[in-house]
């Protein structure tokens, strides 16, 4: 049973940080791309971050140079260090992977940045 587990999330003023943790089980995670999304309130949900199996990176135009996405394939996890936080930051995140050709997510984890 694939399962991702979101975790990190709090409360933060205005250029604080957080960092996210999206720990899976039921996947071989060393060959696993996951991605960040977030959705705020009344938008779509939308990218923020991915990382393929070799590390490589992509981040939205709107985090670049603040947001930070790695993994630990030894703990089954991949972070989201988030620094030079917003108020428009402010949105549930969601951890996201694709397992034989379905796509699983996590129950997410609430980001709030206050002004």
């Known amino acids: 049973q694939v399962q991702l587990v979101e975790s990190g999330g709090g409360l933060v003023q205005a250029g604080g940080s957080l960092r996210l943790s999206c720990t899976a089980s039921g996947i071989t995670f060393r060959i696993a791309r996951i991605g960040w999304y977030r959705q705020a309130p009344g938008k779509q949900r939308e990218l923020v971050a991915g990382i393929s199996t070799t590390g490589t990176t992509n981040y939205a135009d709107s985090v670049k140079g603040r947001f930070t996405i790695s993994r630990d394939n030894a703990e089954n996890t991949v972070y989201l260090q988030m620094v030079g936080l917003k108020p428009e930051d402010t949105a549930v995140y969601y951890c996201?992977?694709?397992?034989?050709?379905?796509?699983?997510w996590g129950k997410g984890t609430l980001v709030t940045v206050s002004s």
């Open positions: 996201k992977t694709t397992w034989v050709g379905r796509d699983y």
